[in-house]
């Protein structure tokens, strides 16, 4: 795969590849502040050690501190919705990369 490859994918392929991005974009945004919103539930209880960290980490740390505490239930929607879309994003990414490129290798 190569660069020219790319480019020629997305200027051929443009109506597909925006609105996948912008879905992408989207998720990445809602993850991100599903993490910062867990740093402040974090930080609200006073439990230090996981809002510090999440301020600057985001959902690295977030996540992980929504998944062990019920308190940061709405942060879990957040974050697992938005990673949904963005998993989402790049598999249908993908699979229209090889349906409309063809999976196997090319002269």
Do not use: D
Request: hydrophobic share 65%.
């Amino acid at each position: 795969m190569t660069e020219e490859a790319l480019i020629q994918f997305y200027l051929n392929n443009q109506w597909l590849v925006l609105p996948l991005f912008l879905i992408f974009v989207v998720g990445l945004a809602i993850f991100w502040f599903g993490g910062l919103v867990a740093a402040l539930v974090a930080l609200g209880n006073k439990q230090w050690l996981w809002g510090i960290p999440s301020i600057f980490l985001g959902p690295l740390t977030g996540l992980p501190y929504a998944l062990l505490h019920g308190e940061a239930e709405y942060a879990k929607t957040l974050m697992l919705r938005g990673l949904a879309m963005i998993l989402a994003a790049l598999l249908l990414l993908l699979l229209a990369w090889f349906f409309i490129n063809g999976a196997g290798p090319t002269e």
